[in-house]
């Protein structure tokens, strides 16, 4: 799979503080990736390198596979990374024809795009009557006309309603379904998991995890169990192939799943071992469980 941007070690420090850490990732053609991070975790930064707009102090990134300037490879790729900025006495469409102006390319791609993000009926309106959402819209819009390869979005809904919020995750989902790669930073949680196929979750300018959002997931759960013979419990449980850890806290045990099984499976094995339960239940930890654990100051 095609490469579109390598990072490799990446650190960002301001004075005494660093906003980011050592960060490495690589940006794969076709996925959707979200950086996802409390806020302050270094996710502006980070994308404010990659667009050179901010310096790193060390290590190093490029696009595509490097045999371009930054300057020249950046001609591919479409970001926002500030709130939009357009003329508001100027309608949407005469907005996107001065971007296109600026950019160097044909005017013939502003329909498209503007029929993409949902305003090609509001083409002739000026800029000050849109809503925020629609100047959201009107900004991605603008980052598509050059027919980038990769769309790099920094929290793209914030401050929307959650109508706004919802028509842009459509988009977001449209355009990476149109073959765009795409990149954006969210401290949300449900966005990533509704539009991401990757994430990459920091704090502190730190990685904690880099991955497919579903394999993020794919913890098998836990079992919590209780019988009067807790010790003959336990016993059985360390025999069972498909059991991990056990723990023990006051009357309820605790059992790890290391691969799939349901509860009635594990409730014939016990009895068929002569073992009669007053409780079982089978959880799993959400991705929002998992995540603040992650992200957790305690847990590190
Ligand atoms: P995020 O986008 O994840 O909310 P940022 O990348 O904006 O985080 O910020 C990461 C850290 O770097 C924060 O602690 C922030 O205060 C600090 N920071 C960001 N920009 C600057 C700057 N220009 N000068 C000093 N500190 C900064
Ligand atoms: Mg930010």
Request: overall charge neutral; aromatic content about 6%.
């Amino acid at each position: 799979m095609e490469t579109i941007l390598t990072i490799n070690q990446l650190t960002k420090k301001y004075g005494s503080l660093t906003a980011v850490n050592n960060l490495s990732f690589t940006i794969k053609k076709g996925n959707v990736y979200g950086i996802l991070g409390p806020n302050g975790s270094g996710k502006s930064t980070t994308l404010g390198m990659v667009l050179n707009v901010v310096n790193k102090t060390s290590g190093d990134f490029h696009w595509f596979d490097g045999s371009d300037s930054t300057h020249t490879a950046l001609k591919k790729v479409g970001a926002i990374i500030e709130h939009p900025n357009f003329y508001p006495y100027m309608t949407a469409s005469q907005n996107l024809a001065l971007v296109c102006k600026i950019k160097g390319v044909s005017k013939n791609k502003i329909d498209e795009k503007l029929e993409i993000v949902g305003l090609l009926e509001r083409k002739d309106s000026k800029f000050k009557t849109f809503s925020l959402g629609m100047k959201q819209r009107l900004a991605i819009a603008s980052a598509l006309l050059n027919d980038p390869e990769i769309l790099i979005l920094d929290e793209p809904t914030n401050g929307l309603d959650p109508q706004g919020i919802h028509q842009i995750r459509e988009i977001i989902r449209k355009i990476a379904s149109m073959g765009t790669t795409i990149l954006l930073a969210s401290h949300l949680l449900d966005e990533v998991e509704k539009v991401c196929s990757h994430v990459v979750i920091i704090r502190k300018g730190i990685k904690l995890y880099s991955g497919r959002v579903d394999e993020m997931n794919a913890s098998h759960g836990f079992f919590e169990l209780k019988a009067n013979d807790l010790v003959k419990l336990q016993q059985l449980l360390e025999e069972h192939p498909s059991i991990g850890k056990i723990t023990l806290n006051e009357d309820l045990l605790t059992a790890i799943l290391e691969e799939p099984m349901g509860a009635d499976d594990l409730n014939s094995f016990l009895h068929q071992r002569g073992m009669v339960l007053s409780y079982l239940v089978k959880r799993k930890e959400s991705l929002e469980e998992q995540f603040l654990q992650l992200t957790n100051e305690t847990a590190l």
